[in-house]
């Protein structure tokens, strides 16, 4: 069995780990998300792939969901001497390695898909990581504060400001003239089924979506879709600033007809929202809060039967 799932961050990484852990024999690609990168001190940061690799490789400060274990903070508060900022970004010690060594291999000339695979020579995570583009691609989101109207990068929104200003709108800065990475459309293409974790639909799933040829690649697939609104509302973090950004209610029915039936064929929802229902979309509700390893790899493996059964039952390819 070929899977391929697109992720962000937290959403998709624990999902992730639920899908390993319910299809351990599935030969997993994961097209992460690189719209949230950012350069920091000089360094690349990738948060969502690096979410993604620390979580499955048994790297990740569990707790906050993101960063590393057992972290430090000396090079953060050596800086902050310095007054070199910004001080908003925790980047701690062990992460700071990551980022240097990534830095240095782009400078090299390696691309982001390379330099991405030799980060996990190390972590072993069990997935092919992909990032979906080589290119750089930016998430900017567009606020109006006293300081008048301006676009800023995602994290200064997300991170600094908390989304507490509203966004008058996201774009994916560089998408359109992206390329999917080396290996992104072949994946897809040989995949079985293809699968969205309960990542962000606007930020971390949208901007995958924005890379050119990705989303037609996707919809040509059984796809199926975990909700990251249970209630009303996002399970953890501030997704509904970002979906009232582009106009969408923060709702499981909302989120799918956003994805639309041209690219999601099952959609899977809480058990809060199981009267939920959206044409020509098979809407099965479940238990949807992953509180441990035993309710995630049941949250996959439904993703996953649900996906097999529509594939079987002739919705697509
Ligand atoms: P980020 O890049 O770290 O923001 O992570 P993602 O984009 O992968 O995922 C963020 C989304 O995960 C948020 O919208 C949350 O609502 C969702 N999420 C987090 N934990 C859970 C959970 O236990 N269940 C569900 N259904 N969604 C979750
Ligand atoms: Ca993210």
């Given at each position: 069995m070929k899977i391929v799932a697109l992720a962000g961050g937290i959403g998709g990484a624990r999902f992730l780990r639920g899908l390993l852990a319910a299809a351990p024999e599935a030969e997993i690609t994961v097209i992460g998300n690189t719209g949230d990168d950012i350069s920091l001190f000089g360094l690349r940061v990738c948060p969502d792939l690096d979410t993604v690799m620390y979580t499955l490789g048994g790297g990740i400060n569990e707790e906050q969901g993101w960063g590393r274990a057992e972290e430090t903070f000396t090079v953060k508060e050596e800086l902050a001497a310095y007054?070199?900022?910004?001080?908003?970004f925790g980047l701690g010690d062990r992460d700071f390695a990551t980022h240097i060594v990534r830095t240095q291999m782009l400078a090299a000339g390696y691309r982001l898909s390379a330099v991405t695979e030799a980060l996990c020579d190390r972590w072993r995570p069990g997935v092919r990581l992909l990032p979906m583009t080589d290119d750089q691609v930016e998430t900017h989101v567009v606020v109006e504060d006293e300081q008048g109207r301006r676009a800023i990068h995602f994290q200064e929104w997300?991170?600094?400001?908390?989304?507490s200003v509203p966004a008058l709108s996201i774009a994916a800065v560089g998408a359109a003239e992206s390329a999917p990475a080396p290996g992104v459309q072949a994946a897809i293409e040989a995949a079985d089924v293809v699968l969205f974790p309960?990542?962000?639909?606007?930020?971390s799933i949208g901007t995958i979506l924005a890379v050119p040829g990705i989303r037609d690649a996707v919809a040509a697939k059984t796809v199926v879709g975990v909700s990251p609104i249970v209630g009303g509302a996002p399970v953890r973090g501030m997704a509904d600033a970002c979906l009232t950004a582009i106009g969408v209610e923060t709702s499981a029915r909302a989120v799918a007809e956003h994805y639309g039936l041209g690219l999601l064929d099952g959609w899977l929802v809480d058990e809060a929202d199981a009267d939920v229902r959206v044409e020509g979309i098979e809407v099965r509700s479940r238990?949807?809060?992953?509180?441990?390893a035993e309710t995630t790899a049941a949250i996959a493996r439904a993703a996953l039967d649900l996906a097999v059964e529509l594939k079987r039952a002739g919705v697509a390819e």
């Open positions: 007054g070199v900022g910004p001080g908003w997300w991170v600094r400001m908390r989304a309960p990542s962000n639909p606007v930020v238990p949807l809060l992953m509180r441990d």
